[in-house]
């Protein structure tokens, strides 16, 4: 009944937004960056592409006369992108979208990409252009290296999660801030896509036929079930900080020297392990795909570097966080000496469950990650899904005895 109450308020009002929302022409999202970018010479901008090749969003690029590209203008559409109007999703993402990420700008503005401007009635926001920076997935499948992105990623994370938590804020505005980030639609799908469809069947499933030995015994994997469902159950409960919520490498910009995270429509206060744990599984599916992409005996080389970037990731995250729990935590309890690393411990270990299901999900579920599904042989790209299948299993079923980054490294190799 609550549930129900509270679904018809929040659709009166998601009516209300949609009655100014209209989608946007290239001409508009022109129109809008000229009165919204908040540039010296708006009147410059003449033309927009629309580039979004993600699975929510339109996604326009707006050019000068030069041919420059100078700002971009992103709009929620009223449902998903990748299946059609058949799915419904809300508006309000775009507002969660925008006020994670000037959350996260506030606490790393070197590594959260600029928003200038939002609005919540059209769902727009104008942000940075990024064009002198690459997706770091394609950036990964290709075997460029960027030798700063593990360690500016564990920093974005350590600095963005922990200024969002009890240990930073004051208890009355930390649960404000749990109530304006309130993120039902978007979670779900998460719940689902994460923690359900992988483990039954399932319409949104989407895998190869000669693969339906390896998902259906994740079917019948009591063990494993069970786990799951205590990573969903945290995920549902632990409003520990105020998460990106889909941090994988392509909601990653890199160039030398700098790393921006993007795409923060998933936003809300959930468990700290859940973000480190995606941006691990991403490098794990990388780790998967390379094969397909190098051959067996060049991806080698690179393999050993994406196991040394999930070290130095979780290294720069847990020495940055412990630092600035020792430097700055406001709460007496919290700072007590050896809760930061108390905590860390358990982050850790819901990262690496967490790092399963991502693994499980982009192999078996609705969306597939590039690493993977660009490998041009069959039973080459079947290979690296059953490998991620099979280790994203055993990390959620093994993760409470991974006791450090080196140990999760020696465990990838067994399942190698
Ligand atoms: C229906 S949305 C599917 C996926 O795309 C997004 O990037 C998220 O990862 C989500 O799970
Ligand atoms: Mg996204």
Same mark, same amino acid.
């Given at each position: ?24 022409? *290239?001409?508009d999202? /022109?129109?809008y ?5 908040? $540039? ?6 003449? #033309? %927009? +592409? ?17 041919g ?7 709009? *929620?559409?009223p449902? /998903?992108r990748?299946?059609?109007e058949?799915?419904? $999703? ?6 969660? #979208? %925008? +006020?994670?990420l ?7 503005p070197?590594h ?11 769902a727009?926001?104008v ?39 009890d ?6 505005e ?10 039902p ?14 483990y039954?069947?399932?319409e ?8 339906e ?14 786990a ?18 889909d ?35 991403n490098?794990?599916l ?20 994406r ?59 609705l ?23 099979h280790?994203?299993r ?18 990838v190799?067994q399942?190698?």
């Amino acid at each position: 009944m609550y549930r129900r109450l509270n679904v018809f308020i929040s659709r009166i009002n998601e009516e209300q937004a949609m009655s100014q929302y209209r989608t946007f022409t *290239a001409q508009d999202a /022109v129109d809008y960056a000229k009165q919204f970018g908040g $540039l010296d010479n708006p009147s410059s901008l003449v #033309e %927009a +592409q629309e580039i979004g090749d993600g699975n929510l969003n339109l996604v326009f690029k707006i050019f000068d006369a030069q041919g420059v590209s100078r700002i971009i203008v992103k709009q *929620a559409l009223p449902y /998903v992108r990748c299946v059609g109007e058949s799915w419904p $999703l809300t508006l309000d993402r775009a507002r969660l #979208e %925008a +006020q994670t990420l000037v959350a996260h700008y506030q606490h790393s503005p070197q590594h959260t990409v600029n928003i200038i401007h939002y609005d919540p009635a059209l769902a727009v926001m104008v942000m940075e252009d990024l064009s002198s920076h690459q997706i770091w997935r394609g950036e990964l499948i290709k075997n460029h290296f960027y030798p700063q992105a593990a360690r500016q990623l564990g920093e974005y994370l350590a600095h963005t999660l922990f200024h969002t938590s009890d240990f930073y804020l004051h208890p009355h505005e930390k649960k404000a801030q749990v109530a304006k980030f309130i993120n039902p639609e978007m979670c779900e799908i998460t719940e689902d896509l994460f923690f359900n469809d992988p483990y039954q069947i399932h319409e949104r499933n989407n895998y190869p036929a000669e693969l339906e030995n390896d998902v259906a015994a994740l079917r019948d994997d009591a063990q494993l079930k069970i786990a799951v469902a205590s990573l969903k159950h945290r995920f549902f409960s632990q409003a520990e900080a105020l998460l990106h919520g889909d941090i994988h490498s392509g909601s990653i910009f890199v160039a030398d020297e700098s790393l921006k995270a993007i795409d923060a429509e998933f936003g809300f206060y959930g468990p700290v392990g859940f973000d480190v744990g995606t941006a691990i599984g991403n490098l794990l599916l990388n780790f998967c795909g390379l094969p397909g992409h190098l051959g067996i005996r060049d991806a080698a080389a690179a393999r050993e570097q994406r196991l040394t970037d999930i070290q130095v990731l979780w290294t720069t995250f847990a020495e940055r966080f412990q630092a600035l729990a020792t430097e700055k935590t406001r709460d007496s309890a919290l700072a007590t000496p050896g809760y930061a690393s108390a905590f860390l411990k358990k982050v850790w270990n819901d990262a690496i469950g967490f790092c399963g299901t991502e693994l499980i999900r982009r192999s078996v579920g609705l969306s597939h990650v590039a690493d993977i599904d660009t490998i041009q042989d069959e039973a080459m790209r079947h290979a690296c899904l059953r490998h991620a299948i099979h280790l994203g299993r055993a990390l959620i079923v093994i993760a409470d005895r991974i006791d450090s980054a080196e140990e999760l490294v020696a465990r990838v190799r067994q399942y190698s």
